[in-house]
Nanobody, 121 residues
Framework: VQLQASGGGSVQAGGSLRLSCAAS????????MGWFRQPPGKERQFVAG????????YYADSVKGRFTISRDNARNTLYLQMNSLKPEDTAVYYC???????????????WGQGTQVTVSS
């Protein structure tokens, strides 16, 4: 599966952005999906994950209650709605696909290119 992330940009603290990840190739619904981010000078970190059907989701504590992961299997697209953004959310955001049937924070099989999110105070 090929993944293409988009929707990043610059926003002030308290603002919102919605990231999208378009999938092509193999059947999108076969994959659990996740969003990761890499802040400047730091390691990549798990943000949120969703199962194949979209019934189950899991979030990092740092984004719980502010971010929402969702997917549209008919459109082969993964989303990340980010509200109440903080400067510490500044990072390059990546989408990833996993052949596992459950949400996982690691061991993803395919990665998209990143999209930059910058939050100013």
């Amino acid at each position: 599966v090929q993944l293409q992330a988009s929707g990043g940009g610059s926003v002030q603290a308290g603002g919102s952005l919605r990231l999208s990840c378009a999938a092509s190739g193999r059947t999108f619904s076969r994959y659990s999906m996740g969003w990761f981010r890499q802040p400047p000078g730091k390691e990549r970190q798990f943000v949120a994950g969703i199962t194949r059907s979209g019934q189950s989701t899991y979030y990092a504590d740092s984004v719980k209650g502010r971010f929402t992961i969702s997917r549209d299997n008919a459109r082969n697209t993964l989303y990340l709605q980010m509200n109440s953004l903080k400067p510490e959310d500044t990072a390059v955001y990546y989408c990833a696909a996993s052949l596992k049937s459950y949400v996982t924070t690691g061991g993803y099989d395919y990665w998209g290119q990143g999209t930059q999110v910058t939050v100013s105070s």
